[in-house]
T-cell receptor, first 110, second 116 residues
């Protein structure tokens, strides 16, 4: 399967702490994307990192990509209660479709 | 940019009935995607369009499923003779391929289908 796999499946932290989520995949990719989903809602795009990039930042988010290990990580710094959501990585290969992992459920306790 | 709009947000129907969902993508986005998401799982790709042409269909898209994008703008997804296993969130996304490769997909809030 080309599917991305997130680790951990669930993460519970206190407000102000950092949260790190990992994603592994099995095939060559064009890019890897991270999305957030609040309960009952659609997915919100967070960051896209291309296969030739190693690190990318956006506000409190930092994404790394290691194509030799076929893995990526998402770091959320100084977490807030509003960051509570499911986080998904998705890989885009030569086709146009996205292949998602099963997600990490992040709970940030106030 | 008003975002991707999906209608209805919720649909409850009896097994065996037909249902149709609508998706209005971000205007001028030439690619439109359908995904299905079951509880606790990530979205799974169903099909996508470039303008009005349906370019790829997943094996998940059985012959009971049909999708159209007749004028290259909005799209419909129809499920005929619904089954219990069709209960899921159906998500639509659009993307501006004309801006080049490596563009994100923008998702609607989905249609949640419940089969009684």
């Amino acid at each position: 399967s080309q599917q991305g796999e997130e680790d951990p499946q669930a993460l519970s932290i206190q407000e102000g702490e950092n949260a790190t989520m990992n994603c592994s995949y099995k095939t060559s990719i064009n890019n890897l994307q991270w999305y957030r989903q609040n309960s009952g809602r659609g997915l919100v795009h967070l960051i896209l990192i291309r296969s030739n990039e190693r690190e990318k930042h956006s506000g409190r988010l930092r994404v790394t990509l290691d194509t030799s290990k076929k893995s990526s990580s998402l770091l959320i710094t100084a977490s807030r209660a509003a960051d509570t959501a499911s986080y998904f990585c998705a890989i885009e290969t030569s086709g146009s479709r996205l292949t998602f992992g099963e997600g990490t459920q992040l709970t940030v306790n106030p | 940019d008003t975002g991707v709009s999906q209608d209805p947000r919720h649909k409850i129907t009896k097994r065996g009935q037909n249902v149709t969902f609508r998706c209005d993508p971000i205007s001028e986005h030439n690619r439109l995607y359908w995904y299905r998401q079951t509880l606790g799982q990530g979205p799974e790709f169903l099909t996508y369009f470039q303008n009005e042409a349906q370019l790829e269909k997943s094996r998940l898209l059985s012959d009971r499923f049909s999708a159209e994008r007749p004028k290259g703008s909005f799209s419909t997804l129809e499920i005929q003779r619904t089954e219990q296993g069709d209960s899921a969130m159906y998500l639509c996304a659009s993307r501006d391929k004309q801006r080049g490769h490596n563009q994100p997909q923008h998702f609607g809030d989905g249609t949640r289908l419940s089969i009684l």
